[in-house]
């Protein structure tokens, strides 16, 4: 059997052989690996200074979750996060970890997108009260332009988000994205348009002065509270300031979302609606499909910076 692994940390996947899987157990299924993506938690896997790779022994597998196929009956299923070795052509997978996509769905579309469009499902769906999601409200998604971002605003779409802002520093990329009802440019000093209106959602991507300078910006609509959903860092800076004045003058709700803040029963609550809506978003016009056996030459190439990889059989 083919895999590719870790052989040095900070290096490309190395394609190799690997002795054939045994059987699988009576509570695991033998599937075929149909398309897995490489997010960012990949490559900090791949570096070994993501948190769910350190300490790891060499070889290692740094892949997360994917689309694979059980080869007795064709079906395509999303295999969870670290469900198994995935970088390989066949695994075994514990039955309780797969779950089952929509009869046409796209490997290669749902790989890619699962990873990004998970943070903001997760964020609206389980770190919103009250009950969680965004239906009839205001959500102004900060980072807008960023692959995460752009997902973002496809789920507060599909949840129901009455209006949905996108902010972002580049005027002319934010002008491009599509679905947003009003548009504003993230500059110095940080800032919101007069009559922009109450925001109920702040989704932040990026994180630091920016994120602090929306929160003091924003207006609540009387009787509601401003919600500050915290997913991730694009600025570069893991810290921000709130002033206590803001926090005595406006009623904030400041949380974060991520595998700390939500656990193991949410995300199986919430995966089939997820995977659901994510097999009905069309593939990104930005990913690049190769073949595992050529990973070591298109890992670090100029594609990958600029494109998402999705590696296939």
Not at 83 to 109: C, Y
Not at 267 to 288: C, F, N, Q, T
Request: hydrophobic share 45%.
């Amino acid at each position: 059997m083919k895999v590719a692994r870790i052989t040095s940390w900070g290096s490309a996947p190395v394609y190799s052989d690997a002795p054939d899987l045994p059987a699988p157990s009576p509570s695991q299924v033998q599937v075929k690996v149909a398309a897995v993506a490489v997010p960012r938690v990949v490559r900090g896997r791949a570096l070994g200074i993501h948190s769910s790779a350190r300490g790891a022994a060499l070889p290692f597998d740094p892949s997360v979750d994917g689309v694979v196929q059980d080869e007795a009956t064709g079906d395509l299923y999303y295999a969870t996060p670290m469900a198994s070795s995935l970088f390989a052509e066949r695994a075994n997978v514990e039955r309780q970890t797969l779950v089952k996509l929509p009869p046409g769905a796209d490997a290669v579309s749902v790989a890619t997108l699962v990873n990004p469009i998970s943070s903001s499902w997760m964020a609206l769906r389980c770190r919103t009260t009250p009950g969680g999601g965004c239906e009839g409200a205001t959500v102004l998604v900060l980072g807008a332009t960023s692959t995460s971002g752009r997902g973002a605003i496809a789920v507060a779409r599909a949840l129901g988000a009455a209006r949905i802002i996108g902010m972002s520093r580049n005027e002319a990329t934010l002008a491009a994205v599509p679905d947003l009802d009003e548009r504003v440019v993230l500059q110095e000093p940080f800032s919101l348009p007069p009559g922009l209106g109450p925001v109920h959602i702040v989704l932040d991507f990026v994180g630091g002065r920016a994120a602090a300078g929306v929160l003091q910006a924003a207006e609540v609509e009387p009787g509601k509270e401003l919600q500050y959903i915290h997913v991730g860092d694009l600025a570069g800076d893991e810290d921000f300031t709130v002033s206590g004045r803001l926090l005595n003058s406006k009623p904030v709700r400041i949380t974060g979302s991520g595998m700390g803040a939500w656990g193991k029963n949410e995300i199986k609550k919430e995966v089939g609606g997820l995977l659901a809506a994510v097999a009905k978003m069309p593939r990104p016009d930005d990913v690049a499909v190769h073949k595992l056996a050529d990973i070591e030459a298109v890992w670090d190439s100029e594609e990958a910076k600029t494109k998402r990889l999705v590696f296939v059989p």
